[in-house]
C-alpha cells in the first residue's frame, strides 16, 4: 500500500525558534497533500491544503503566516512552524492523496517549552 | 462546508460482541466515506471506506453501510476482540471538490476482555 513517511517523529523546542516538519510520500506522487492539528482525545483538524507548486490553502482560523507550507515536488511538502508557542504544541499529522484515497503520516508531536 | 457529526463519543462492549458507530453528514455532494482506527499516538489507518454508488461494504468482521438518502453511514464490528480497542474516525469528501476529509469527533472503542 502507499506509505507516507513524516520526520521528525517528535521534537521539542523551545518558544521562539521555528520547527519544520516534512512529509513525504515514498512509493507515490501526491499533487496534494493534507496538513492536519490534533490534540489530545480530540479529532483530525485539517489546517491546510498543499498543492505541489501552488500555495497552500488554508483553513478558515489557521494563520498562513505562522505555519508556513511549501509542496515542492509531487512527494514532499514542508510544514514550518514559525515563533512556536506553548499552545502551538500538538500532534501535527500530514496526508498525501492518491485517487481520492489519502494515507496518513506517522504524526510529529510538537512540544513547545 | 461539510459538517460530520460522529456518536456515541465512547462505547464499550465485552469481546465477542458487536460494536456500531453512527455518523451522519450534512452535505449531499458527498460521495465517499472512508472510515479510520487510531490507536494512541499513532497514524489513524484506512480499515474500510464506501462510495456513494454503493449501500453496504463489508470485509471480514466490518462493515459499512450507507443510507444516502438520511444521509448517514454506520461502522459494523462484529465479534469484537481486545485488539479492536482504539478511536474510530468516520469521514467524508466531497470529491467534486478537494478531496478534502472532514472528520467525525471520533468514537473511542473499548473491547472488554
Not at chain 1, 14 to 22: A, L, N, Q, R, Y
Not at chain 2, 15 to 32: H, L, M, Q
Request: glycine share 6%.
Amino acid at each position: 500500500g502507499a506509505v507516507v513517511s513524516q520526520h521528525p517523529s517528535w521534537v521539542i523546542c523551545k518558544s521562539g525558534t521555528s520547527v519544520k516538519i516534512e512529509c513525504r510520500s515514498l512509493d507515490f506522487q501526491a499533487t496534494t497533500m493534507f496538513w492536519y492539528r490534533q490534540f489530545p482525545k480530540q479529532s483530525l483538524m485539517l489546517m491546510a491544503t498543499s498543492n505541489e507548486g501552488s500555495k497552500a490553502t488554508y483553513e478558515q482560523g489557521v494563520e498562513k503566516d505562522k505555519f508556513l507550507i511549501n509542496h515542492a515536488s509531487l512527494t514532499l511538502s514542508t510544514l514550518t512552524v514559525t515563533s512556536a508557542h506553548p499552545e502551538d504544541s500538538s500532534f501535527y499529522i500530514c496526508s498525501a492523496e492518491t485517487g481520492d484515497t489519502q494515507y496518513f503520516g506517522p504524526g510529529t508531536r510538537l512540544t513547545v517549552l | 462546508g461539510e459538517n460530520v457529526e460522529q456518536h456515541p463519543s465512547t462505547l464499550s462492549v465485552q469481546e465477542g460482541d458487536s460494536a456500531v458507530i453512527k455518523c451522519t453528514y450534512s452535505d449531499s455532494a458527498s460521495n465517499y466515506f472512508p472510515w479510520y482506527k487510531q490507536e494512541l499516538g499513532k497514524r489513524p489507518q484506512l480499515i474500510i471506506d464506501i462510495r456513494s454508488n454503493v449501500g453496504e461494504k463489508k470485509d471480514q468482521r466490518i462493515a459499512v453501510t450507507l443510507n444516502k438518502t438520511a444521509k448517514h453511514f454506520s461502522l459494523h464490528i462484529t465479534e469484537t476482540q481486545p485488539e479492536d480497542s482504539a478511536v474510530y474516525f468516520c469521514a467524508a469528501i466531497n470529491g467534486a471538490g478537494s478531496y478534502q476529509l472532514t472528520f467525525g469527533k471520533g468514537t473511542k472503542l473499548s473491547v472488554i476482555p
